[in-house]
């Protein structure tokens, strides 16, 4: 007997057969499909479509950018659950991923490789498909590990990445959706695969060493290990002590008022202590109607209101709602223009970096709880979240919240 990976004698393990696979492909199927959602409202939410080159890391997107809109500003805890679960989600079920891969693998090596056209055509969807979840899913993990490995930015990556795979994805759920709603009929008691040449099933299997349950218990085990381990990112305070998985990007987040994450500190991008001093530091906000220069104590001046609102980084984490108290936004869009809700540049000290300017769209800038903020749980804010001024949006992703700002340009973005 031949015992290379094309005959089909190589492959012994008796779990592989069609209702094994069916089984995590189905898993696989109504996951990744909220994976794809809540990945384009990922995108959506750094509303790129408003001053191209600001916000839009994808600017050759063309008709991929179809279905934007304007993201909403509520309910404030939007962005925290669409990115909590695209990321959480995304870790759950690498091991999902992992199990259905291995339960094809034979179908890798089958030969020939094509015995007509239409199944050449299927294996090459199969090479974009496998390709593309083994690309999106590394991606994914690398960038909300911070390992930035990747040439050029993840964004670009990961969007078109999407994109392939899931051109792929479509085209397999709807050649193999019969076969697997047959192959699951009898889901609550693993029927005896056929050993017909579907090409999964060993047709000289080795002697069992774990049942197909046990097998099962152990993917969903692994799952349930990480998503225990990760979902703790979306919290503060204790919960956040058991995402053991979860790097800390900055120092650690500390106790006291001010204790909960923080992205990039104020060395980290180069914040000139001088600039960003209260005593020195100044804010220039521009419109329609003319340029006004305001420093801290002005701003103080102005009537403060407060707002309790998260900060959901794109890379999965997030803070419990914090006491941030400010200046509203379109308060100083009416010091230089017109009332109506328009759109905001913001530019930071910052000189170099993808995050130091950010733009908002009319309906963020409107929101009576969209703040330049001053402080944050009773406090001035610290220098690395943002001294002496922030933007705070809700349902906004992280990204958009500005640190060390300096100058507000209001206007038709
Ligand atoms: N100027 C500036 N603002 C910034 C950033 C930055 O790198 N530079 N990072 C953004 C990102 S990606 C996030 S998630 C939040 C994090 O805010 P925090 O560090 O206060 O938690 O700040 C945002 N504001
Ligand atoms: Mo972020």
Known sequence: MVRIPSSPEFWRSPLRGPWFTSLLGVVLLAGITVLFVTGLLSYAAYNPDLSPGVNDKTPDKGLLGFYLFAWPTGPHWLYRLTQGVHVTLGITLVPVLLAKLWS?????????????????????????????????????????????????????????GAWVFFAAFLAHVLLKAPAAVRNLRGLRRPPQDDVEADGLTAPSPAPPTVSRRGALRLVGGSSAALFVTSAGRSFDGPLRQTAVLTPHGGPEPGEGPQGFQINKTAAYVSIDPRESSPDTWHLTVTGRGGTVRLDLAGLRQLPQHSAALPIACVEGWSTSDQWWRGVRLRDLAALVGPDEPVDVLVESLQRRGAFRRAALRANQVGDPRSLLALDVNGEPLSADHGRPARIIVPAAPGVLNTKWVARLTFGDL
């Open 104 to 160: 094809v693998v034979p179908k890798l090596f089958a030969l020939p490789p094509a015995r007509s056209l239409a199944h050449a055509l299927e294996r090459l969807s199969l090479l974009l498909l496998v390709g593309g979840v083994l690309f999106e899913f590394v991606t994914g993990v690398l960038n909300v590990q911070l390992d930035y490995v990747f040439p050029g930015s993840f964004y670009p990556l990961h969007f078109y």
